[in-house]
């Protein structure tokens, strides 16, 4: 034990370095994810089948297509169109790509439970279909989809680790390299475990929370 946490008080200064990129390409993503999530889901239920259908081919596109492959699609494949990103960029541009997609069904279903009533009396008294979004539909659905926006956060958080894959010196990948150098690998790789918990146990109270809130409405 007490070489666990001597090794630990040498570590941690490295992994929490890891740790602020993991945060970092987090929160990137998940700002990208939810922006282009709320376009496909609006060009989804606009009633304009031609943006639904090019909404439905996007969201099934990206579904397909297993998330390290975009990574690597936007890091090594668009330099060579002209493109030139950081990893960083290229980490948060591609997570942000891939759960657009899981975004984008969360907002679509949230927006299609509300009462078409509703939608169909705001239309009557005169409002366009954006002002009936704004001030009828997306302050109930944002609800709704709240709980199952939560839990994309948590898996968001969980697949950062992805990023490694293109050299961003996330969390994971910082706890490789020390145990790669050191080969303490019971010792790095507990901290870095602790340290994803330490990320994810709030964000899976407060997602439980939201259910609660959610299941009493």
């Not at 239920?45 to 639904?52: D, I, K, R």
């Not at 609800?143 to 994971?172: H, R």
Request: charged share 10%; with cysteine; hydrophobic share 55%.
């Amino acid at each position: 034990m007490t070489r666990f946490l001597t090794d630990s008080a040498e570590f941690l200064p490295i992994l929490l370095q890891g740790l602020w990129l993991t945060i970092l390409v987090s929160l990137g993503s998940l700002v990208l994810s939810t922006i282009l999530g709320l376009i496909w889901a609006f060009l989804r239920v606009s009633g304009l089948w031609p943006l639904a259908m090019a909404s439905r081919l996007i969201v099934n596109v990206i579904r397909g297509i297993p998330i390290i492959v975009q990574l690597f699609y936007i890091y090594f494949v668009l330099p060579d169109l002209g493109i030139s990103l950081s990893a960083l960029q290229a980490g948060i541009i591609g997570l942000g790509i891939a759960y657009s997609a899981y975004q984008a069904e969360n907002f679509r279903a949230g927006i299609e439970a509300i009462d078409p009533g509703q939608i169909e009396a705001a239309h009557a008294i005169g409002m366009g279909w954006w002002l009936v979004m704004r001030r009828v539909v997306l302050p109930q659905a944002v609800k709704i989809v709240l709980p199952s926006y939560g839990n994309i956060m948590v898996m968001m958080l969980k697949d950062s680790s992805q990023a490694s894959t293109i050299t961003v010196a996330e969390l994971a990948l910082q706890g490789k390299l020390i145990a790669s150098s050191t080969f303490k690998n019971t010792t790095v790789f507990t901290l870095v475990a602790l340290l994803y918990l330490c990320m994810s146990v709030p964000l899976i109270i407060l997602v439980g929370h939201l259910e609660r809130r959610a299941a009493r409405r």
